[in-house]
């Protein structure tokens, strides 16, 4: 079996489900439930026995080496974080929390047990790190793509605080010879993110009738990369992955913000017509220290491993539109008092 952290998260929960529909290894899922845990995520896999939920903590060492020793996983897919730059913005502290002290205290449990185990298991664990692009910090207009070699420059707490977590696992290799592998993925979308996001904010926002507020001159370029997409390449990394190894994930679809949101209006207007979406967008504050680029160079993966995506952003962006509408109840259950309190904070002056 495998141990996957973060599971009841926005990749997390499309990589578990992704994987139990496809090669059916149980699945042990580690989550807090933070604000952006979510349990309905999961509710496919009620009845299913070869997932088992365990509310709790990577930081709390203890339950981990508990979790280690009872089901001897072949691998853990680490996807629990703090995720949301904005927040990292506002609230620092919860990043280096999670994202620094609680993934040292996963990795060092995990090296304590992998250390002692007979050489072969040794030999055969994976411990799979899933970072981000924001690692590398941002891109001049016409400069190259990121690639696995691009020097570490992050700019915001969440990015340097995934940074310090990719250096620690960077050690743990080099120090001990843990058998780790790497990735940093640009921006993901599709079904089950939290509407804090750029697509699933702008989707919910749309549906509502309010504002589409895009920071700044909306002219920031990301990468974007359908979830599913990113869910095939972390297998194709665990199955094929050199130890020690990092590899960059991206969509080789880079669009500005406003391009992003104008057609995701578009998108709208044929799935559920009736309102002028493309009206609703509104200019707002740019984000403090807003990176302007970024662009993934992936050629490592698809030349070692042979991954490519299967989505355009045009196809994958009406599967996402489609997922939202059909799932009122997923949205609902989202929209708590701490999520609107988010919302009156961040979008207080728009
Ligand atoms: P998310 O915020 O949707 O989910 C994070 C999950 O981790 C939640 O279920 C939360 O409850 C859980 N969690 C948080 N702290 C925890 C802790 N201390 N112990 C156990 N569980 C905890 O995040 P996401 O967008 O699914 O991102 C998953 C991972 O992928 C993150 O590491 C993120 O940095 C990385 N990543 C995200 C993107 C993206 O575009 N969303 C792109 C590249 C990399
Ligand atoms: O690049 C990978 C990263 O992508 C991941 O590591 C992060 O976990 C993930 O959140 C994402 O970070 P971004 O900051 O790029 O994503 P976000 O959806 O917050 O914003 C995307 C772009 O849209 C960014 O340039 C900011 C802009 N934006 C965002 C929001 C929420 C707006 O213009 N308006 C908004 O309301």
């Known amino acids: 079996m495998i141990l996957v952290t973060g599971g009841a998260g926005f990749i997390g929960s499309n990589f578990v489900l992704d994987w139990l529909a496809g090669a059916g290894e149980p699945v042990v899922n580690l989550d807090k439930l933070t604000y952006a845990g979510n349990l309905g995520s999961l509710a496919s896999l009620a009845r299913d026995a070869r997932h088992v939920f365990v509310r709790g903590d990577i930081g709390d060492a203890e339950l981990v080496a508990a979790l280690l020793r009872e089901h001897r996983p072949r691998a853990i897919v680490n996807f ?37 185990l007979p050489e072969a298991e040794r030999a055969a664990f994976r411990f799979l790190h899933v970072s981000t692009d924001e690692v590398y910090g941002s891109l001049a207009p016409d400069a190259a793509g990121f690639c696995e070699t691009t020097p570490y420059a992050p700019n915001s707490p969440y990015s340097a605080s995934k940074a310090a977590s990719d250096h620690l696992v960077r050690a743990y290799r080099h120090t001990y010879g843990l058998p780790t592998l790497t990735t940093n993925c640009s921006n993901n979308y599709g079904p089950r993110q939290f509407p804090e996001k750029l697509i699933p904010l702008m989707i919910v926002n749309a549906l509502a009738g309010r504002p589409l507020p895009v920071y700044g001159d909306g002219r920031n370029v990301r990468d974007w990369l359908y979830v599913g997409d990113h869910c095939a390449a972390l297998r194709a990394v665990l199955a094929g992955g050199r130890p020690g190894e990092t590899y960059n994930i991206g969509g080789n679809a880079e669009m500005t913000n406003l391009d992003v949101v104008r057609e995701l209006t578009t998108v709208l207007a044929d799935e559920r017509p009736g309102r002028d ?74």
């Open 277 to 350: 979406y493309a009206a609703l967008v509104t200019f707002v504050a740019d984000r403090p220290g807003h990176d302007r680029r970024y662009a993934i160079d992936a050629t490592k993966i698809r030349g070692e491993l042979g991954w490519t995506p299967a989505e355009t952003f045009a196809s994958g962006l009406i599967r996402t539109v489609r997922w939202y509408l059909a799932n009122g109840e997923w949205l609902a259950s989202v929209a708590t008092k701490e999520y609107q309190k988010w919302i009156d904070l961040q979008y207080a002056a728009a």
């Open 80 to 116: 629990a974080a703090e995720s949301h730059v904005d927040r990292s913005i506002h609230g620092p502290a919860a990043f280096i929390e999670t994202n620094v002290v609680a993934t040292f205290n996963l990795l060092d449990a995990t090296r304590a047990w992998w250390s002692a």
